[in-house]
């Protein structure tokens, strides 16, 4: 009777023990692991936070300016309910360098201005807050969209690189590879998990600065922020990062100067030529500079060169693909018809001979660079590299020739008819006539002939081009005119005069050609400027050569 009462007092005993195992067993294992989210649910929390900070600064909440003046500050200004901002550290660079401008932290909850120190003048910085956002400022800029955040338990890295030259710190982009990420062009972040890293700068020893003219060579990384950094003197190397952290490349800028002459071949600037050996006829070159892109700077280089101090290394120069000089166009080879040929508008007769004011065009081609030393490389047709004194030659050759071709007319009235009134100009170069020609070998059409009164037309045309007059237009010239006819003692007033086509004179400084309109089309082959007169006389209340009372 004991032992089967022990048996169940047993047996009781351990179905409490069982039941007070097994229940909180299956409350455990049937319940949501919360302890398994807390890590998720904290970093998006710290993701939020971040995010929120970025958009109340961008918004202007605080708006941050750098003014970098002689007592370099950062001012803080609200313009609505504060967003406190808490700051930990502020970087200025020096020159080689990050350096912390902060001893501790710094809660910005209203406007203020943060001093940093005199070293700090013209360079940029960096704004590092609590929440692991950065924030980039060049001097007297406020802050940009440049920011380090990204995934939560990623750790921001910034990479960036200088170039030092003298006192002036110039940012520049490079190509760097970073870890297994494709190569990018700094400035670049990247969202790392803590850990050791690679990193490679592609560009090389040396970089140009084309904007400044300057050859830089590679001299170190440096790191600042939670991490360290292996052989900084190698253009690949490692780091480790814990936290934040920001890689800067530090190139320094060759400043040794060499003298270089630059100068042109085969282009006639400010000079007399005689083409192909002509001795009738000489050009003079009304262009006495040629401009050329030296570093993206502008200059003028003459007849006789341009002298520059050039530093060490890489040059861009940019002569014109194609350059036009214009010429005065002076013939002794011309016959006694001249003599009849207007002398203004350009045309000028001296000693014997006719001057064409711009009569001629030149396009010359640009061909490529040459120097005289081998101290100076000719990369390609725009880049050099220079290592010591020397010239710099930008070669070109003839390509196109074009000549100037005047057209006007000439008006003129019967003999012994003239106006003894008139509301509008009558006599001599008026527009009031145009031919038409025709560029063969094309379907162009153009018409020739005075602008305005007294404008006569100038226009180019390449060498060897053949125009065609296929029409004289017959054009009526309103207004109030009153013409008196000696010959029959008559006076007359008309609203309207109608020309009739006389004939046309052709110069081409050798020869006078008269086109006849009645005895058809007449060609005209351009080697040479031509000045081309149009002869018509007016009909009503005039009596034409040869004709009938108008």
């Not at 398994?36 to 202007?60: D, H, M, P, W």
Request: with cysteine.
């Amino acid at each position: 009777m004991r032992k089967a009462l022990s048996s169940a007092i047993f047996l009781i005993i351990m179905l409490i023990v069982l039941l007070s195992v097994l229940i909180p067993a299956l409350l455990i294992f049937n319940s949501t692991p919360i302890y398994s989210s807390q890590g998720q649910i904290a970093g998006t929390g710290y993701q939020q936070l971040q995010k929120n900070e970025e958009n109340q600064v961008f918004r202007g909440n605080p708006n941050i300016y750098y003014n970098s003046s002689l007592m370099p500050y950062i001012e803080f200004l609200y313009n609505s309910i504060p967003y406190p901002l808490n700051i930990t550290q502020i970087y200025y660079f020096n020159g080689s360098t990050w350096v912390p401008a902060l001893k501790n932290s710094i809660l910005i909850a209203g406007n203020q201005n943060i001093y940093l120190p005199r070293a700090a003048f013209n360079q940029p910085i960096l704004i590092v807050s609590s929440q692991a956002n950065f924030y980039f400022l060049n001097p007297n800029t406020s802050v940009t969209t440049v920011t380090i955040s990204g995934p939560a338990g990623k750790v921001p890295v910034y990479v960036t690189a200088f170039v030092i030259n003298g006192s002036r710190v110039i940012p520049v982009s490079i190509q760097v590879i970073l870890g297994a990420n494709p190569p990018l062009l700094t400035p670049q972040f990247y969202y790392l998990n803590p850990g050791t890293y690679s990193i490679s700068d592609k560009n090389g020893s040396v970089i140009f600065l084309q904007g400044y003219g300057l050859t830089a060579t590679f001299q170190n990384w440096t790191i600042v922020g939670n991490g360290n950094l292996n052989s900084p003197s190698k253009l690949s190397t490692t780091f480790t990062v814990t936290g934040p952290l920001v890689l800067t490349a530090i190139y320094k800028a060759q400043l040794q100067k060499f003298t270089v002459v630059i100068n042109t071949n085969n282009l006639p600037l400010g000079s007399t030529i005689n083409p192909s050996n002509n001795n009738q006829v000489t050009l003079t070159s009304l262009n006495n500079t040629i401009p050329v892109l030296i570093d993206n700077k502008q200059y003028y280089i003459g007849s006789t060169g341009l002298q520059l101090q050039l530093t060490y290394g890489y040059h861009i120069i940019q002569f014109p693909s194609y350059y036009n000089i214009t010429f005065n166009y002076t013939s002794a080879n011309y016959k006694s018809a001249y003599n009849a040929m207007p002398i203004k508008d350009g045309i000028l007769l001296k000693n014997g001979k006719v001057t064409i004011q711009g009569g001629q065009i030149n396009c010359y081609q640009f061909t490529k660079l040459s120097t005289n030393t081998s101290k100076i490389n000719i990369i390609n047709s725009y880049t050099v590299f220079v290592d010591g004194n020397g010239k710099i030659t930008g070669n070109y050759q003839l390509d196109q020739k074009y000549y100037l071709v005047i057209a006007e007319n000439y008006f003129y009235f019967p003999h012994g008819i003239w106006a003894s009134y008139n509301d509008t100009p009558v006599n001599i170069s008026i527009g009031a006539q145009l031919l038409q020609v025709q560029v063969l070998g094309t379907n162009q059409v153009i018409t020739l002939g005075n602008i305005n009164n007294y404008v006569p037309e100038k226009i180019y045309f390449k060498s060897g081009t053949e125009l065609e007059i296929t029409l004289d237009y017959l054009l009526e010239l309103s207004g109030k005119f009153t013409i008196v006819d000696v010959n029959n003692n008559t006076v007359a007033n008309y609203t309207g005069l109608s020309s009739c086509p006389q004939f046309v004179i052709i110069y081409n400084l050798t020869n006078g050609y008269i086109y006849n309109p009645n005895s058809g089309n007449y060609g005209m082959y351009i080697n040479s400027p031509l000045i081309i007169i149009n002869y018509e006389e007016w009909e009503y209340g005039a009596i034409p050569n040869g004709g009938n009372n108008g």
